[in-house]
């Protein structure tokens, strides 16, 4: 479906990544301003430059979502820039390293933790004060499936997404008195991209009961465990934030929508 987002704006975290990037291309083809927030400032420069087709408002902001000054800034300039921003992706995350529960490193799972809990929760009280202001907004958490299902060989990455489950139907219950709607996207096997391709890599590389020793039977492995056998696109993964966003889903919040082809 295509929705109508012209005059509206919004906010993507890790912009700069395949996810991201899919989902500012689908906003901006349907008429929203996009404000790019990402660590990766050359990566997120050519999608904001992908996206000068689509004559719509764009900005950038060259963001550590785990710092709350940062967040606080880029948040400013977001709205100095784009009048006021109707919709949030809050979707910067970091996969972590891939190692079974008794090896897995503390620092890794710090980091995991710091990005993809705490640097959501940032995002996600920035945007919530702001719409507060403006008088409401969406606001979409990227989770996963990895945060409904826990993942072997993954566990500071399936705390960090069961977390922001919690995180989000915490604050649609939070959010609703102000006409804020808070909904989770948890996709599953998403490809091809980055976090795809070291995914199958990292897993091969485990050395665990659940998967092979070669990443390109891992790939099999686990299209096999899809009841409809495919990755699903980065194209579906926008369409779900787009439904999430849009009017189509004005009665929906605390919702954690599943993208995993079954
Ligand atoms: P990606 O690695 O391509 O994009 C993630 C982006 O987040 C990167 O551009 C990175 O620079 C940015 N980022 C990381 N830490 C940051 C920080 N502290 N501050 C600001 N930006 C930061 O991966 P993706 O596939 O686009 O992932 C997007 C989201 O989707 C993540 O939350 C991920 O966990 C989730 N997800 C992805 C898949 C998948 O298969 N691709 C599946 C389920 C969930």
């Not at 899919?22 to 999608?47: P, S």
């Not at 959010?175 to 991209?193: D, E, F, K, T």
């Not at 004005?250 to 995993?260: A, D, K, P, R, V």
Request: aromatic share 10%; glycine share 10%.
């Amino acid at each position: 479906a295509t929705y109508d987002f012209a005059g509206k704006t919004i906010l993507i975290t890790g912009g700069a990544g395949d996810i991201g990037k899919a989902t500012a291309h689908r906003f901006a083809a349907n008429g929203a301003g996009v404000a790019l927030w990402d660590l990766n400032e050359t990566k997120m420069v050519d999608v904001a430059r992908e996206l000068a087709e689509y004559n719509v408002p764009v900005a950038t902001f060259g963001c550590d979502v785990t710092t709350s000054e940062d967040v606080a800034k880029a948040f400013a300039g977001a709205v100095e820039q784009l009048g006021r921003i109707d919709y949030v992706f809050n979707n910067a995350g970091y996969q972590g390293l891939f190692a079974k529960t008794d090896e897995y490193p503390e620092d890794d799972f710090q980091k995991v933790i710091d990005i993809n809990v705490v640097g959501v929760f940032h995002v996600l009280k920035a945007a919530a004060q702001h719409m507060r202001e403006s008088g409401g907004g969406a606001i979409v958490n990227t989770a996963s499936y990895a945060g409904v299902v826990g993942p072997p060989n993954m566990v500071a990455y399936a705390a960090s997404k069961f977390a922001v489950v919690g995180m989000t139907q915490t604050a649609a219950k939070d959010l609703a008195p102000y006409g804020i709607r808070v909904n989770a996207l948890s996709p599953a096997l998403i490809g091809p991209g980055m976090m795809w391709t070291r995914q199958t890599e990292l897993q091969a590389s485990v050395g665990s009961q659940y998967f092979d020793s070669n990443p390109k039977v891992v790939e099999q492995q686990m299209i096999d465990s899809v009841p409809m056998r495919r990755l699903g696109s980065l194209e579906e993964v926008a369409n779900g934030v787009a439904f999430l966003m849009s009017e189509e889903a004005s009665y929906i919040t605390g919702f954690n929508l599943e993208i995993t082809g079954g």
